[in-house]
């Protein structure tokens, strides 16, 4: 079984980059799998951000398109995130997911990281 | 981008009896539609998937059901641990722009 763990800085100031990685244990990243990012703000729904595949093909959110950039690192079975010129609106939870069962829906989630935006 | 809204906002039920959340999106999504369940501090967790496939290990008294624009998800007799936020997603788009609704909170009567 696929297991995800999120990890990166827990504090980012306004107008910088905020920068996660996504650990994959228990399968290889280079599995016929999109590899997602998506993000909560504090009590409130969630947001979709964007999807890599192995071969480095990237889907995003175009709301946030112009500031994010997903990447893939198979010596280190591991995805990452980027985004940047950050506000405090990008202070959220971050949740790395995959859909293995059907295309879209997602059935294995990281347990989430917190990430607030304040100088 | 597909709008997906949820209703009610929060719904209050007793234990052991019938609880029924709706999704509506704003234009047709086939039966790509997932319901997802939240807790305080912990991942959503996938409940259904093809709006009324249940997922992995999800008990039986959680059911899907609708297609185009109208979901229901229906839990037939609330446990406790049923109490929690409840999440539709639609995942009709190529290429992909998820979307969820603003989630329905089940909170205990």
């Known amino acids: 079984q696929v297991q995800l763990q999120e990890s990166g800085p827990g504090l980012v100031k306004p107008s910088g980059t905020l920068s996660l990685t996504c650990a994959v244990s228990g399968g290889s990243i280079s599995s016929s799998n999109w590899w997602s990012w998506i993000r909560q703000p504090p009590g409130k729904g969630l947001e979709w951000i964007g999807e890599?595949?192995?071969?480095?093909?990237?889907n995003y959110n175009p709301s946030l398109k112009s500031r994010v950039t997903i990447s893939v690192d198979k010596s280190k079975n591991q995805f990452s995130l980027k985004l940047s010129s950050v506000t405090a609106a990008d202070t959220a939870v971050y949740y790395c997911?995959?859909?293995?069962?059907?295309?879209?829906?997602?059935?294995?989630w990281g347990q989430g990281t917190m990430v607030t935006v304040s100088s | 981008e597909i709008v997906m809204t949820q209703s009610p906002a929060t719904l209050s039920v007793s234990p052991g009896e019938r609880a029924t959340l709706s999704c509506r999106a704003s234009?047709?999504?086939?039966?790509?539609l997932a319901w997802y369940q939240q807790k305080p501090g912990q991942a959503p967790r996938l409940l259904i998937y093809?709006?009324?496939t249940r997922a992995t290990g999800i008990p039986a008294r959680f059911s899907g059901s609708g297609s185009g624009t109208e979901f229901t998800l229906t839990i037939s007799s609330l446990q406790s641990e049923d109490f929690a936020v409840y999440y539709c997603?639609?995942?009709?788009?190529?290429?992909?722009?998820?979307?969820f609704g603003q989630g329905t909170k089940l909170e205990i009567k």
């Open positions: 234009q047709s999504v086939s039966s790509n």
């Open positions: 997603q639609q995942y009709n788009n190529w290429p992909p722009k998820y979307t």
């Open positions: 890599i595949y192995h071969s480095g093909s990237t």
């Open positions: 997911a995959i859909a293995v069962a059907v295309l879209g829906a997602f059935d294995i």
């Open positions: 093809g709006a009324s």
